[in-house]
């Protein structure tokens, strides 16, 4: 069997086999959840509306997954390097494709359904609204049908909160050019439920064209740290605390779940420190200091793993991307280590460049963070085909063409773990656990 015909049988681990024949027909995921916690699903779902069609090719959506995780490495350098602490509500196709798991919303009242994209290292939020030119999804929101909505004045302190304001009339608005898309947008407000919580007036972002081959299919939430996310917004409700639980790749149900406040997260679990960087404040930066595989800490360049706010250089935590991606000293001091402990020929598939034919005996790899320990399971480590044939070290070096300083521990190897942000205390904690809502 050649490299290239494999592909597909490493996309169907991806995706959900029931996908191949249409939804299921058994999809629970309108649920709401208790108070403060929300179902989480992955976008490729069988009850996701935004799952890859039919037929496009499993080749093609790896060739997409690989280069748009590329792209985001891209945005989140640009971000940690950045002076402005606001992200643009409509940020190219780096940022409105690659955010992987979604919860449902309620916008308006009387409430209208939504489904968001959840996105940490983002603060705005904006979904697609009715007459929208060039929005793909076929949910939007009609703000003429909502009693409660109201678009956001220029004068208003929330226009000035974001960058590049437009004031045509009345209304603050938003006219972008990321590459070959542009975004139009009108600042908005309106009834915001999640789960059984409400929140009246809250800001985002109501799309009306997107021009170019970059389209939002969905809305996005944005979990950072700055002034319009979620968190910011919601602070006496959800005293900027939160977590989440991201369901496994290979679960068919792909039912995990989002707490939002302090209330009914883990007792047990122990916290690393949370970082700062002032011209990126909304990344959540944390302190790795090591990486172990098997009982082997790897030799790796101190300053390889260094915090510097300066050049952005240091570790992320990111719901966005979906395979870990290490500057090229820790990635390749990683790889030879893995390398050396599995015993296999090694050959390369797609942008993954340690894959073995046949059953693999896999070691564990340890994040080492200071004040605790992150260790990965072997399905955080490796992607396997269906057929079991291949199998691949779901990791990779950053992108050449970025600020190649930063590290993103990303959806793969968060999977079944249970993370909470914990933005008073300035922590972040990391626990097992299977995520079934």
């Known amino acids: 069997m050649s490299m290239a015909s494999s592909l597909p049988l490493l996309l169907l681990l991806l995706l959900p086999i029931s996908t191949l024949s249409g939804p299921n027909p058994h999809c629970t995921f309108s649920g709401q959840g208790s108070p403060n916690t929300l179902p989480v699903m992955h976008v490729f779902s069988p009850c996701s509306p935004f799952r890859p069609a039919a037929s496009k090719s499993w080749e093609d959506t790896m060739l997409e997954l690989d280069s748009e995780d590329k792209a985001r490495l891209v945005y989140l350098s640009n971000l940690a390097v950045s002076k402005k602490s606001i992200v643009p509500l409509a940020s190219g196709r780096q940022l409105l494709q690659t955010t992987t798991y979604i919860v449902r919303a309620n916008v308006g009242t009387p409430p209208q359904p939504m489904l968001v994209s959840l996105d940490t290292s983002n603060d705005a939020a904006w979904v697609p609204c009715t007459g929208c030119v060039g929005c793909s999804s076929s949910t939007v929101f009609a703000p003429a049908k909502s009693t409660t909505y109201r678009t956001v004045p220029c004068k208003a302190a929330q226009c000035a909160k974001v960058p590049n304001p437009t004031c045509g009339g009345a209304t603050c608005a938003f006219n972008m050019t990321y590459g070959s898309s542009t975004f139009q947008a009108a600042l908005s407000q309106d009834s915001l439920a999640l789960a059984a919580d409400v929140v009246p007036s809250y800001t985002f972002g109501c799309l009306q064209r997107v021009t170019g081959t970059s389209v939002p299919p969905q809305g996005l939430i944005g979990l950072g740290r700055g002034a319009l996310s979620l968190m910011s917004q919601t602070q006496a409700l959800y005293k900027s605390t939160f977590s989440y639980c ?192």
């Open 246 to 437: 991201l369901p496994s790749y290979k679960s068919l149900n792909f039912s995990g779940s989002l707490k939002l406040g302090p209330a009914g997260q883990p007792i047990r679990i122990k916290y690393t420190p949370l970082l700062t960087n002032p011209r990126r404040p909304s990344l959540y930066y944390v302190n790795l200091v090591g990486i172990r595989v098997g009982r082997r800490v790897v030799n790796i360049p101190p300053k390889s793993l260094a915090f510097d706010p300066v050049t952005g250089a240091g570790t992320v935590i990111d719901s966005g991307t979906a395979f870990t991606r290490l500057v090229a000293p820790v990635y390749t001091a990683v790889r030879d280590e893995f390398r050396r402990r599995v015993r296999g020929t090694v050959t390369s598939l797609g942008g993954f460049d340690t894959c073995y034919n046949g059953a693999v005996v896999v070691p564990t790899i340890t994040f080492m963070f200071a004040g605790m320990n992150m260790t990965l399971a072997e399905e955080n480590v490796m992607i396997h085909s269906t057929a079991g044939s291949i199998s691949c070290l779901a990791m990779a070096s950053a992108p050449d063409n970025v600020n190649n300083v930063l590290n993103v521990i990303a959806t793969m190897q968060q999977q079944n773990h249970r993370v909470v942000f914990d933005v008073p205390n300035s922590r972040l904690g990391v626990s097992r656990e299977p995520c079934t809502f």
